[in-house]
């Protein structure tokens, strides 16, 4: 198919789809002239992955490329991708010199009996939203992470057969990609949701 | 203090601060002369609450303009702002027109018992997230709400008990913020970890 079809079966804008061409994050399409390319369904494919990336999981075009080099990676493997995946979707570090906050994180991993390295980005986005949290005077919201661990272990389950339920093996990675920016944007929404049907329950009251 | 010192001590550049003075982010400082204010624990106190929903939670301006018009607004309600709040920090509208998505939300709420009107936000972000999911050829993603649900029933019930723990209505409506952008930031974290600990148990010789 032509730039113009492309852009049409998936919503990208014409300079947009070649703005990500200039930056890599599409491979160039067949030359039929020296000022046309063809594209095929992988184009569109891979666009719209781009796309969910961008739009639903606010990545930057640094971090997007990141995690297409994990999918594209020949000696890829999805422990490893998941990491890439992972990091390149968490917030920038924002807490790295909160002494506090980095103790709180340690007595959660101790107590959930959890093991993770202090340079891991899981590790540096959670000191980061606790500091945040204490700057903006909530220290005690470090309480509620016991209960999110408890409604982590089930999801973090459910995103591993997820992942080994697809068909081969890039397939399976791009479930991590999907599932991982797919996955926290739809918690959020349902979360929303359950707050929204709870609040609404407990103050009969409100519009 | 002068801006000087509530850019020391909020960590926003002064240009930044200046920009959201102007943009009515954070009220104008008391003026000590015509080009000096003077700025109250007050003020850094809000622009912390800025800093953290831009930079963690990702809003716009526009998006944290209209969370402090809940903040601000002498009509508040818990119930409103929480509506208000968690439609600022949902993605955009992406899947408006898809009517598999819209029956797949449909057949989810039906399942759990829940209602809420299309035109909700959380309804429309969870539609977005279902089309974005079908556009990249992952149908299946839709299997995975249910189990969801059953994640943010409980952190949903904590989230509720973290805004009514607040001392005055002034600091619930405060945790509503907080326990949104901070809650979707640190579920996205612990999940991750969560997730880190399990594909590393079962994929031992990975990296």
């Known amino acids: 198919m032509r730039i113009a079809e492309l852009s049409r079966r998936s919503g990208v804008p014409v300079p947009t789809i070649k703005y990500y061409l200039r930056e890599g994050l599409l491979p160039a399409g067949e030359l039929t002239s020296p000022n046309q390319a063809r594209y095929a369904d992988a184009h569109l494919h891979r666009l719209r992955l781009v796309r969910a990336m961008v739009e639903l999981g606010g990545l930057s075009i640094a971090a997007v490329r990141e995690v297409l080099g994990a999918l594209d990676d020949p000696e890829k493997s999805l422990h490893k991708a998941m990491g890439t995946i992972s990091a390149a979707v968490a917030p ?3 807490g790295g010199e909160d002494e506090v906050a980095h103790e709180q994180v340690e007595a959660f991993l101790r107590r959930q009996g959890w093991v993770c390295r202090p340079t891991s980005y899981a590790y540096k986005a959670l000191v980061g ?9 909530h220290e005690r919201f470090a309480d509620l992470l016991d209960g999110y661990a408890d409604a982590a272990r089930p999801l973090a389950e459910a995103d591993l057969g997820y992942v080994l339920g697809a068909g081969s093996e890039d397939e399976a990675l791009e479930a991590v990609v999907v599932g991982t ?27």
Chains 1, 2 share one sequence.
């Open 92 to 94: 920038a570090d924002l």
């Open 181 to 207: 920016v797919l996955g926290d944007a739809a918690m959020a929404a349902v979360r929303a949701l359950a707050r929204r049907e709870l609040s609404g329950t407990r103050q009969p009251n409100d519009p």
């Open 129 to 137: 939203v606790l500091a945040t949290a204490r700057e903006v005077g």
